[in-house]
């Protein structure tokens, strides 16, 4: 019996759920959905949506790239995709390089909404390019600006509390976020993403940027009251070490942030890396508040650094998405 899984996030943290979630998806029959965040508005994304306007493609970019499939020509495609212009050798004849830093793939998805007109019918087409196994939507099909008021912003006056704009200076502060907000408040969610919501057996949350890539999606009210009325089951993947965005939150902090923006969310596994964890008492006290059990799995990469193994989270992922209701 197929399975079909929504996982939400965007960027590096998505992009390892997906990969992960490939590598069950012959075990499970998984059919994958990424409802990717729609705010992003730095480097080549930010470039692209203050110049030709329409939703940022990197986050897009990269959950299209992770669900690519295995044939020589989609591996080469996604390869390609990923590909970022260096400066050329002779600076753009002195008039910058207007192709710098760029990804091919942003390039390709904006040529595609421009084209098709359509941001879904854009993904669609190339996730067809790719091979894609599963399906990329944004959570939105207009782009959103995130604001979030932080204390501390300022070094020099760790009291003191500002409105702190866009995605990557949000993602970068220093401070403690305290609250965080959409402009518009209440942008419309895509459809298609919606309904996909509604027949998913599975919700999955991270791992990611937890301000700027997995709460975004709770603040979108046509999202948020799909998830609350879905008969899913939930999952919640946590990040591995916190972020500038999250210092000074705990691993049960990240919990009760998804209670605090979505209260009546309820979660049924909190899935965490032991070593990653420490004590395991309090996520596991933040997990029950959830309605949640804490599996806890050995899911990094073994070189140290904070990264999700999609082959460690894939075998993770097996028994609990596999269980019987």
Not at 38 to 48: E, Q
Not at 157 to 171: M, S
Request: some cysteine.
């Amino acid at each position: 019996m197929t399975i079909r899984v929504v996982a939400f996030g965007g960027g590096h943290g998505l992009s390892a759920s997906l990969r992960a979630l490939r590598r069950c998806a012959p075990a499970l029959d998984l059919q994958i959905t990424a409802v990717v965040t729609v705010g992003d508005d730095g480097g080549s994304s930010g470039r692209l949506r203050a110049e030709r306007g329409g939703i940022p493609p990197g986050d897009l970019r990269q959950a299209l790239v992770a669900l690519a499939g295995d044939h020589p020509a989609t591996r080469r495609s996604a390869g390609l995709f990923q590909h970022r212009f260096t400066e050329g050798a002779n600076g753009g004849c002195g008039r910058g390089d207007a192709l710098a830093g760029h990804a091919v793939g942003n390039l390709v998805l904006c040529g595609l909404m421009e084209l098709l007109g359509d941001p879904v019918a854009a993904l669609e087409h190339a996730g067809a390019m790719l091979g894609a196994v599963g399906r990329v939507l944004p959570m939105s099909c207009q782009p959103v600006d995130i604001e979030a008021r932080v204390r501390g912003a300022d070094p020099g006056r760790p009291d003191e509390v500002c409105t702190v704009r866009g995605q990557h200076q949000v993602a970068v502060t220093t401070g403690r976020v305290e609250s965080l907000r959409l402009t518009p408040q209440a942008p419309p969610a895509c459809a298609q993403a919606v309904a996909a919501i509604g027949a998913a057996d599975w919700l999955i949350f991270g791992p990611g940027s937890w301000y700027t890539s997995v709460l975004p999606h709770l603040l979108v009210p046509q999202l948020a009251a799909a998830i609350l009325t879905s008969r899913a089951r939930r999952l919640v993947t946590l990040n591995l070490a916190a972020e500038k965005e999250t210092l000074g939150l705990s691993v049960a902090d990240h919990l009760a942030a998804l209670r605090w923006y979505l209260p009546e969310l309820a979660v049924d596994f909190v899935l965490a890396d032991a070593k990653a964890v420490g004590d395991p008492e309090p996520v596991g006290r933040a997990a029950e508040s959830l309605g949640a059990r804490l599996v806890l799995a050995p899911v990094a990469v073994d070189d140290g650094t904070p990264r999700h193994d999609p082959a460690a989270l894939g075998t993770a992922l097996v028994p609990v998405l596999g269980a019987d209701r």
